[in-house]
């Protein structure tokens, strides 16, 4: 099921930072997806680790039995029908 969100055009967005030592990394994070966040020492770098975190993201909250958000015009994918015993 995360598979099919992250299908998703969801709206990913980098900007510069600085690390608590002052070292400068890059920020990425999910406008639709609050806290869905990563750093990187690149921006691909921090993209990267941000498809990671979007997963973990959506998968938790679907664990958790919620709906994640999803991006503006999209459509909620289809949950799969339980199998029948």
């Given at each position: 099921m995360v598979e099919q969100y992250l299908r998703l055009?969801?709206?990913r967005?980098?900007?510069p930072d600085e690390g608590t030592r002052g070292e400068s990394l890059f920020l990425a994070g999910v406008d639709e997806l609050?806290?869905?966040e990563?750093?990187?020492e690149t921006a691909d770098e921090a993209l990267e680790w941000l498809e990671d975190a979007i997963?973990?993201?959506i998968?938790?909250?679907l664990e958790d039995g919620l709906d994640p958000p999803?991006?503006?015009g999209s459509?909620?994918?289809e949950q799969p029908e339980p199998a029948v015993r």
């Amino acid at each position: 099921m995360v598979e099919q969100y992250l299908r998703l055009p969801y709206t990913r967005r980098v900007r510069p930072d600085e690390g608590t030592r002052g070292e400068s990394l890059f920020l990425a994070g999910v406008d639709e997806l609050p806290g869905c966040e990563s750093h990187g020492e690149t921006a691909d770098e921090a993209l990267e680790w941000l498809e990671d975190a979007i997963s973990m993201y959506i998968g938790s909250m679907l664990e958790d039995g919620l709906d994640p958000p999803i991006p503006a015009g999209s459509t909620r994918p289809e949950q799969p029908e339980p199998a029948v015993r």
